[in-house]
């Protein structure tokens, strides 16, 4: 089975907290590739993943999650 990356909960950290992707991007001193990269859930580095984690004050499992994608092939 394999599973894709998912970053509803970031965006939804994002609004309950007020800020804009731009503003946690500046914050967090992420690219403009990087952004568009979560944007599209796509796969990110850890350090990218630490950095939100400390800016927002919190852990991984709470910007991001693995969701199966039985349907998908094995990359």
């Keep these: 089975m394999v599973y894709s990356i998912n970053y509803n909960k970031l965006w939804k950290l994002l609004v309950d907290k007020k800020m804009s992707k731009a503003d946690l991007r500046k914050a967090a001193d992420i690219s403009p590739n990087t952004m568009t990269k979560l944007r599209r859930d796509e ?9 939100i984690c400390e800016y927002l ?14 349907n998908e092939e094995t990359r």
Excluded: Q, W
Excluded at 43 to 51: A, G
Excluded at 57 to 70: L, N, T, V
């Design 57 to 70: 004050e919190c852990d991984i499992g709470d910007i991001c999650a693995f969701i199966p994608s039985p």
């Design 43 to 51: 796969d990110v580095s850890m350090t990218v993943l630490r950095k």
